[in-house]
């Protein structure tokens, strides 16, 4: 490996570029990969999300029957996981409804496909204001929030192999829209997940929340191998160049798993750029409805493309049962 330098006068003093701020200088002074490219890396299918892209997009799956269906297809084309929001079949607004729920679960168990069923525990943590001068009350048509133990009925019921854990609060794009996980909320739902049996992929959106994440970890809420989500480029989290991805990298403990994705036009890109800094894969129509210019696409064509990209760079593409076995998963009966 050829070892880029900055260009400096004093030859004595050299400092690495940029893309090796993630190498580590052993007491030999031997330069190794803190993070090495991932060889076999899985891919997560995130299939419709809780935006408004449905309003963009037909191919987004907004009834029960569809996002089963999307999530059947994304096994089918190479993804080892589906990560599942619901929606109200109506009008398409997102949903924390068991019984919708319940009901793709059922369909994708019941079709025999091989895929890792990840649900989101997300929802219901919405605050959003009233206004900037009169903040409160808070707008209650737009407002979700709700206890620990309602945000996971879903979860408690169906007993999914993963389910998310949003391990922060943070600024939406969206004016006075805040996203709520306060420390004592994760904390009760956390000890819920694991009592269930559940592997919680905890969703990272900036560096203080993997700080919060090693926290809940050192408290013995969060089994090995904990399971990470790096969640790059969404206002207002950690952006998503290379240099933010690579700080949220080099505070990931040795031991743990992740993976990164970003949305729009940059979800393919980091297809590849989460694997060479030894992580796993991200796509979906959750994050992105294109799969090239004016092209728009389905889960399947966002799962193909990815796989193909990991095929190019001789990355191995794992099966569900190869991450059931990495994670330490308890498949349902």
């Not at 993630?22 to 076999?40: A, E, G, M, Q």
Request: with cysteine.
């Amino acid at each position: 490996m050829q070892r880029i330098w900055r260009n400096r006068k004093n030859e004595s003093v050299r400092i690495p570029l940029a893309s090796f701020y993630h190498l580590n200088t052993n007491i030999d002074s031997t330069i190794t990969w803190r993070w090495p490219l991932n060889w076999d890396a899985f891919i997560t299918c995130a299939v419709t999300g809780s935006g408004h892209s449905h309003t963009k997009s037909d191919k987004v799956p907004v009834t029960p029957v569809q996002i089963a269906d999307a999530c059947i297809e994304a096994a089918k084309a190479g993804a080892a996981v589906a990560h599942i929001h619901v929606r109200d079949p109506e009008t398409g607004a997102p949903s924390r409804d068991p019984a919708h729920y319940r009901e793709v679960v059922a369909r994708v168990r019941d079709s025999d496909t091989d895929v890792i069923i990840n649900l989101t525990a997300g929802m219901g943590g919405d605050i959003v204001l009233g206004s900037p001068e009169a903040p409160l009350p808070l707008n209650a048509d737009a407002t979700d929030l709700v206890g620990a133990s309602e945000r996971l009925v879903h979860v408690e019921e169906l007993l999914p192999e993963i389910c998310t854990l949003d391990c922060g609060t943070m600024n939406f794009a969206e004016a006075d829209y805040v996203m709520t996980n306060t420390p004592g909320t994760l904390r009760a739902m956390a000890r819920r997940i694991q009592a269930a049996g559940v592997k919680p992929e905890i969703e990272v959106f900036d560096l203080g929340h993997l700080w919060l994440a090693k926290t809940l970890a050192d408290e013995g809420l969060i089994d090995d191998p904990v399971l990470i989500q790096l969640c790059m480029g969404i206002p207002f989290g950690a952006p998503n160049d290379l240099n933010s991805l690579m700080a949220m990298v080099n505070n990931i403990p040795k031991g743990w798993c992740y993976s990164a994705f970003s949305i729009g036009r940059m979800q393919l890109p980091y297809v590849a750029q989460a694997v060479l800094a030894g992580g796993n894969v991200r796509v979906g129509l959750e994050d992105n409805i294109w799969l090239g210019k004016g092209v728009k696409a389905s889960n399947g064509d966002l799962v193909e493309r990815a796989a193909t990209l990991l095929s190019t760079m001789n990355v191995g593409v794992m099966t569900p049962a190869e991450v059931r076995k990495k994670l330490n998963l308890r498949r349902p009966t």
